[in-house]
């Protein structure tokens, strides 16, 4: 029986690509189409509701239906504003376009669910996102996304990432070392990617020019974790196999935080960065700490694997290592701070209120705790199944929950929650009694009935069940998806249970301005300013694995402007801990010399005292680095991280 697992190989896009627009006459979509078309990507034309005409001298047809019988698109790239991504993702599915890419951000998660429950019964449409940058061909100069262009260059390396701005240093890092790239495969930063490792290794490993493979990854999830099973077997299997690169953002992110990326939060049993990492190594992938690295080093692992060039090299991952490994000391990850208890992105209510909703439901509470009996219960998403799912360890013991903890896929609007073959299953995971299963199913039922209906990401309850059967909840943890009330102003109810006076002011202060704000705990000193959120965790991870003492995580967004910079600057130094501020700038979209305009106006305007280091890579770096350094004010300003944090 076919599966979403027969559409890996519309991946394969290149100069035979017919590419469609969705949202076609739109501002972002024009200018995107005119550099793609330049570039050599074989745009067929586009769709707009209700219109039928020409835009950029192609078709546009009045819906997709129209567009796939008359241009006969392989791939759709999505520019639909707003609550149109979805319907525009729903109508591209069921028209059966092969390949369709979602650029946007802050797709609401239960939106998100039901498309995957749509692509997981059929097996005639892939998709590459959402929230990523999309998919790039640079061999076949077939581009469907934002990347950005000036930085690609024909070579022989594949890259797959969860992070924009972390991928486009790798992409820079290869073209310097002269090695270009074949694929940029974008995972996205969402809590649920249409393509994941895994699936996109299996494109690159057939490639023919593909030698190396990069991997980004960050905390949240198990992608991570399939991929290196899947590398470990790959090694084993393969004769003289391609080597593989990585880099896993958000060792320092504080437990319990979200990182700018909507899915950068781990799951109750879900592996921290570090020990991702750990993971990876063990079976032979060369791990950095920096992007920058991967050019040097895949050259250098590229060189070894020519030479060697004999079967079995590489099997257990023991030439890699050797080839190349430049990670001096792994810092143990910051433990949970004050500052970890609020939220971005999604809305985490208070224990009173999450019990609140049980006792509504019928499910008693207690807050007294007899946590040897504890059992823990959950509903959330298992990102590997594409699913909701029940979560179930039969112990709150943080020394043990880890390795019991067992999760159970159910498929998103369906009774199987509560069906008998899924309670027995739960209940003997969790060593329930017959007697006391009447009132699981009942909690069960309810979470999930919640889960759907407030659109929560998680629901976490510590549960214990006495001799009789009976069922109390004495802990609960409940998270809701706030892009939900943003995108729509769904859920107004559970959004007006926030309680903005007890957040942190900054975080609140930096979300009216768009970005994304963590103050970090202990004696943190650097203040730190970065466009993109995997480039953000691997700047305070960079920081202290130099023995810095990072302040706050900072995500001014990927299209960084000198607005954003100045209102970052106001922000960061509104903590008094802050003596110094690292800015580190990746321009992709974003020009180097108009963030420097902007680091120049902060000065100005806010009267900085602060020593700023200032690192600008990208597009229009050059320009940008000498504004910086020619102002006169004190600053510094460059393009290499290494040996240049210590400024901080």
């Known amino acids: 029986m076919r599966s979403y697992a027969d559409t890996i190989d519309n991946l394969k896009i290149g100069k035979h690509t017919r590419v469609l627009y969705q949202g076609f006459t739109g501002r972002q979509a024009t200018m995107n189409a005119q550099e793609s078309l330049e570039w050599g990507t074989n745009i067929v034309g586009g769709v707009k509701p209700g219109f039928e005409g020409e835009h950029l001298g192609l078709p546009v047809l009045p819906s997709v239906r129209a567009a796939v019988e008359k241009l006969k698109p392989d791939a759709s790239a999505i520019y639909v504003p707003g609550n149109g991504t979805v319907a525009a993702m729903e109508e591209a599915i069921e028209n059966e376009i092969p390949l369709i890419v979602a650029v946007a951000e802050h797709i609401p998660l239960h939106d998100t669910l039901r498309i995957h429950e749509m692509l997981r019964t059929q097996s005639k449409t892939r998709l590459v996102g959402a929230n990523c940058p999309g998919i790039i061909n640079v061999q076949g100069r077939c581009r469907l996304g934002f990347q950005p262009l000036p930085f690609f260059t024909d070579g022989n390396v594949g890259i797959v990432a969860k992070s924009g701005t972390l991928s486009y240093e790798a992409v820079a890092s290869t073209t310097r070392a002269g090695l270009g790239q074949t694929y940029c495969i974008s995972m996205g930063g969402d ?89 990876l190594e063990d079976v032979g992938v060369t791990v950095v700490d920096h992007p920058e690295k991967f050019g040097s080093g ?215 301005e768009g970005m994304i704000y963590v103050k970090l705990g202990g004696e943190g000193s650097i203040g730190t300013i970065v466009n993109g959120a995997g480039l953000a965790m691997n700047t305070v991870d960079a920081l202290v694995a130099q023995g810095g003492h990072p302040a706050n995580f900072m995500d001014t967004g990927g299209k960084a402007t000198s607005e954003t910079i100045k209102a ?67 600053l510094d300003a460059f393009g290499r991280l290494s040996n240049r944090l210590d400024h901080s």
């Open 191 to 279: 809590v649920l990617a249409g393509t994941n490792f895994v699936e996109a290794f299996q494109v690159l490993v057939e490639d023919e020019h593909t030698e190396g493979i990069i991997v980004i990854g960050e905390i949240g999830g198990s992608a991570e974790l399939r991929a290196a099973e899947w590398i470990e077997d790959y090694n084993r299997r393969t004769a003289n196999p391609k080597p593989f690169m990585a880099l896993i953002g958000g060792i320092q992110a504080p437990p319990g935080r979200i990182m700018g990326h909507a899915g950068a939060w781990a799951a109750p049993g879900e592996a921290t960065a570090a020990q991702k990492i750990k993971i």
């Open 568 to 634: 970052g600057f106001r922000i960061v130094t509104s903590d008094p801990r802050v003596k110094c501020i690292f800015v580190n700038i990746f321009g992709g979209l974003t020009l180097g010399d108009m963030i420097a305009n902007g680091i120049l106006l902060a000065f100005r305007d806010l009267d900085l005292k602060v020593p700023v280091v200032v690192r600008i890579r990208g597009t229009r770096e050059t320009e940008g680095q000498r504004l910086i350094q020619e102002s006169g004010l004190k």
């Open 298 to 512: 895949m050259k250098r692992l590229l060189n070894g694997r020519s030479s060697a060039g004999s079967p079995g090299v590489g099997r257990n991952g023991a030439a890699q290592r050797r080839s190349y490994h430049t990670v001096r000391r792994r810092p143990k990850a910051v433990g949970p701070s004050r500052s970890a208890l609020g939220q971005r992105r999604t809305l985490y209510i208070k224990q009173s209120q999450a019990f609140d909703m049980l006792k509504a439901r019928g499910i008693p509470t207690v807050d007294s705790s007899s946590k040897d009996d504890q059992k823990f219960l959950a509903i959330s998403i298992d990102r590997e199944a594409r699913q909701p799912c029940i979560i179930a360890s039969p112990t709150t013991d943080p020394s043990r929950a880890f390795q019991l903890s067992r999760k159970f896929p159910f498929a998103y609007g369906s009774d199987a929650p509560t069906s008998p073959g899924m309670l027995e299953k739960v209940a003997s995971h969790l060593e329930i009694s017959p007697n006391g299963q009447p009132e699981l199913v009942r909690l069960i039922a309810e979470l999930a009935d919640l889960f759907v209906s407030k659109e929560a990401f998680v629901l976490q309850t510590k549960i214990v069940i006495g001799d009789g059967g009976s069922l109390q909840v004495q802990g609960a943890k409940f998270g809701f998806d706030d892009a939900a009330f943003r995108s729509s102003k769904r859920q107004a109810d559970i959004h007006a249970l926030r309680d903005v006076e007890s957040e942190v002011p900054e975080e609140v202060d930096a979300e009216k």
